[in-house]
């Protein structure tokens, strides 16, 4: 079955090649209003799947998808025209041009942290490139996968789009399938599995991946406004975003200062006390008790390590329930210092001098994400020059992933490829290199054999000359 699913994909992206415009905009339009006609059955998978809020569904599911397809609609006349590029003097002549071709069947694989908006957004970058495409939602956000099921299958034929719902088996199965392209949202451990079944077929791959990244508050920041933003990004989804805020550096003699303002935002954000926060419905749960539990193990370890509670801390497994937290004095060596939190809990470090921070972050993974808080211009060009990161926001945190004009992905262990606008265009599509030789090709000619030492001059002439 999946076997003659890949084959009819890879006909359709042929069939596609020389597409109008106006169909692939046609396909875009039926995706935009898919979601826009259903968006409240798609608040209502995800407060089903882990009880996210409507507002935090809207805004980050709904709102940028729906910028990301009205930005390919804008732009995909542009993005499919053959574009001339420069030709150099050696060449003069001829021309030279590249074209993007769709890619054939591209299988796209989802995490459950923003079910939605992670699985139709690469969507859009591969149905504005002309291929067929294969779905596999995560199974640990059922609701949305179903839905995703039901309204692509009646809006779609499989050959364009078909979803295969399950978990990591069926993963397993469909990557040993000749797929062109693979697409990867999810975790860096997972990410080598889906690469080295990919490789059996040559595949490409896109890696979407995570890690912990780093936020960063000097003492020439803005201390009021980072703290409300890092308070957001934190606790936004409960903290289960691939860019979420993981630790923070504060300098420190803004510290105590900085943890007063920390606090005043999960209180107003939240409540005042421990049963205000537990009820409030501005505050995602986690996805399900195995993630509960593992950030359970992972506060527990931290206070066995003489680590400090400054908020929050309580959990029930039951309600997949883990309070807004900070914490304090946590040494390098505990397990939360050592993988992606993934959860509402906010690691506090100090330091003196920013170059601490520059070779703490140096001696871990680059992460996806680094996030600056300063009015320094000294420091932000060492951040900006010295450390290695997917991406580098200043003065804000997770809203530069709403710029299309940005590639988005990771670099290492945090992702391979990029999305997003035209990167995404052309991560779903082959540039193919198209070269026309004119009049000046009867020069190179004389080059050709049989060699003599006119020839040898003639070449160490060119080599010599500059253009
Ligand atoms: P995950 O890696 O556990 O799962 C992702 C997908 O892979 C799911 O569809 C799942 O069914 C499948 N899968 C899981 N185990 C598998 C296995 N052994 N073999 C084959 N397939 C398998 O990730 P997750 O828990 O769904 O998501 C959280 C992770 O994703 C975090 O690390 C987060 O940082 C990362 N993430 C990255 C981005 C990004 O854009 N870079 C976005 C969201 C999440």
Known sequence: MIEQLVLHQKNFATRSRNDHYQIRLAHLEKLESLVTDHQTEICKALYEDF????????????????KELRFAKAKIRKWMKLKRVKTPTMLMGSKSFTRLEPLGACLIISPWNYPIYLTLSPLVSALAAG?????????????CSRLMHGLLAKHFK???????????ETTTELLKHPFDHVFFTGSTSVGRIVMR???EHLSRVTLELGGKSPTIVDNSANLHEAAKKIAWAKFFNAGQTCVAPDYLFVQADVHDHFVRLLKTEIENSFGKNPEAVKSSASFARIINRKHTGRLKGLLENALANDTTILAGGEVDLDQHYVAPTLLDKIPPTAEIMNQEIFGPILPIMTFKDLSEVVSYINDNPKPLM??????????LHMVMKETSSGSLSVNDSLISLMNPHLPFGGVGPSGLGSYHGEFGMETFSHKKAIFKQGWAGRFMKLLYPP???GKLSL?????????
Request: glycine residues 6%; hydrophobic residues 40%.
């Open 51 to 66: 009880k996210k809020p409507e507002v935090e569904a809207l805004m980050s599911e709904v709102l940028p998808l729906l």
């Open 131 to 143: 291929n067929g495409v294969t779905i596999k939602p995560s199974e640990y956000a059922p609701h």
């Open 158 to 168: 499989a050959e364009q789009v078909a979803v295969i719902e399950g978990g990591p």
């Open 197 to 199: 079944g990919a490789s």
């Open 370 to 379: 680094i996030y600056l808080y300063s009015n320094s211009n000294f420091n």
């Open 451 to 453: 060699y003599d030492s």
């Open 459 to 467: 070449l160490k002439s060119l080599i010599r000359f500059k253009l």
